[in-house]
Nanobody
Framework: QVQLVESGGGSVQTGDSLRLSCVDS????????IMWFRQAPGKEREVIAS????????LYATSVKGRFTVSRNNSVNTAYLQLTRLRPEDTAVYFC????????????????????WGQGTQVTVSA
């Protein structure tokens, strides 16, 4: 069973940075992509970044490209999301999620491809 635990959220000001962590204590971490989603109040959960199983391919939503960076360290079963140049519109609960597909190298990621979710961590950006 996949168990994902996130940390690193907080309240910051516009332009600040944060690093979110996602520790996987379930399946063989190095076999699965990790996705990062966020959900703002009153909005649907959206996928904002993904990194494939070996870290060789990362993808980003337009809204965060150039400001957020996803990475992973398979030796410690941990994925990261570095958030920089934060804006008030980045305020949301951020979730990491593990992919259903083994050693997937494609570009399609959505809530339908998630095997397990983290509990979420709140990021609040004030103007």
């Amino acid at each position: 069973q996949v168990q994902l635990v996130e940390s690193g959220g907080g309240s910051v000001q516009t332009g600040d940075s944060l690093r979110l962590s996602c520790v996987d204590s379930g399946r063989t971490f190095s076999d699965y992509s990790i996705m990062w989603f966020r959900q703002a109040p009153g909005k649907e959960r959206e996928v904002i970044a993904s990194i494939n199983y070996d870290g060789s391919r990362d993808l980003y939503a337009t809204s965060v490209k150039g400001r957020f960076t996803v990475s992973r360290n398979n030796s410690v079963n941990t994925a990261y999301l570095q958030l920089t140049r934060l804006r008030p519109e980045d305020t949301a609960v951020y979730f990491c999620a593990s992919d259903k597909r083994t050693r997937y190298d494609g570009a399609y990621y959505s809530a339908n491809t998630v095997a397990s979710w983290g509990q979420g961590t709140q990021v609040t950006v004030s103007a």
